[in-house]
């Protein structure tokens, strides 16, 4: 006698059949089957399977969601890119008021954001500011290979009352880190008189480490706020009489000692002919990668202020600067 043969489960149904689609997905995400099991329990082949899985996504039969803390901030990151016409951004968790924690929660996101641009790139010229965050960074680089096609520069002169903070010492734990070349400029990053810093300026060898730092491809700076708590007046490398009269002028903020109001205009004031670094002119450059790193409640409007002027194009700050800066600008000028 011939053997009857059973009807294949599901034969029947079409591939639009809900319930067929919801057995196969649920034997997939639930069951953890491979589609080729699938395939063989019911009788279809594995590439109509896969053909009914992609069907149970597009009918939202299989909805996906993400349950970590850090999608919340990737969320925050889209619209902080979307919002100010970013390149990038990185947002870190904020768990602290403490503005040192902050710093090396800042510095080890940067580091890592650094690192992995630098890894895509098979030469690259890498410019240095300063600034707390930028210093954390430089302790907590760690490359993913040696390249020595890598250069790095120091975007100013050198703060002399504070080591740890100089550019070029920023600069060299990252060149060396990398087996890179380093270019310091031998000056102080902001000079007595106007007169000296013209000076400075015209010698080769300054002159020679400014053209490198203009033709940088990335550049790493600190967003700095124009206040007594700033290190810029609490080291003395500006008096208090030009904290009040930069205030006066509007000034809420800095990018390598380069003052600017609250709509990103810079302002006229002779700290900045005194200043021995790169021209201001290298912010906004959109064919650099200006990586801005800085955040804190005090900082708001002055790195609101840089990304509506675009004098940076990649924003690495914590969540909670980061939800200010959605619910204060626009991104628009």
């Known amino acids: 006698m011939k053997k009857r043969r059973t009807p294949a489960i599901g034969r029947h149904l079409e591939d639009t059949d809900e319930d067929l689609i919801t057995r196969i997905a649920w034997l997939y995400y639930k069951e953890k089957l491979t589609q080729q099991q699938i395939a063989e329990r019911i009788l279809l082949s594995r590439q109509k399977v896969q053909r009914l899985l992609e069907k149970a996504r597009d009918l939202e ?17 889209i619209e902080i890119r979307q919002r100010y016409g970013l ?41 240095i500011g ?13 490359p993913q290979m040696v390249n020595n096609r890598i250069e790095i520069v120091s975007l100013m002169g050198n703060l002399m009352l504070n080591v740890s903070m100089n550019p070029y010492i920023m600069a060299e734990n990252i060149a060396r880190k990398l087996g890179a070349s380093c270019y310091n400029i031998w000056a102080p990053a902001i000079a007595q008189t106007r007169e000296r810093a013209k000076v400075f300026k015209s010698e080769p060898w300054i002159k020679e480490v400014l053209d490198i730092g203009c033709r940088s491809d990335i550049i790493l700076i600190s967003i700095g706020q124009a206040s007594e708590s700033a290190t810029l007046f609490k080291m003395g490398y500006l008096s208090q009489a030009d904290l009040q009269r930069l205030i006066g002028k509007g000034a809420v903020g800095d990018i390598l000692c380069r003052y600017f109001n609250a709509d990103g205009e810079f302002i006229k004031d002779d700290v900045h002919d005194r200043v021995i670094g790169v021209p201001k002119e290298v912010f906004g450059d959109d064919r650099k990668l200006i990586i801005g790193v800085a955040g804190g409640a005090t900082k708001v409007v002055a790195i609101r202020a840089a990304l509506l002027k675009k004098y940076i194009n990649v924003l690495i700050t914590d969540e909670s600067t980061a939800v200010e800066l ?8």
Not at 326 to 333: A, S, V
């Open 61 to 77: 039969i299989i909805q996906f969601n993400l349950k970590h803390p850090f999608v919340n901030l990737m969320s925050v990151e």
């Open 130 to 142: 300063w600034g707390n965050t930028t210093a954390s960074m430089a302790g907590y680089f760690e």
């Open 87 to 127: 390149k990038d951004a990185v947002v870190t968790p904020t768990g602290t008021s403490d503005p040192d924690i902050q710093d090396r929660s800042l510095g080890i996101a940067g580091a890592t954001y650094l690192a992995r641009r630098l890894g895509a790139m098979d030469t690259c010229t890498l410019g």
């Open 326 to 333: 959605l619910r204060t600008g626009d991104g628009r000028r």
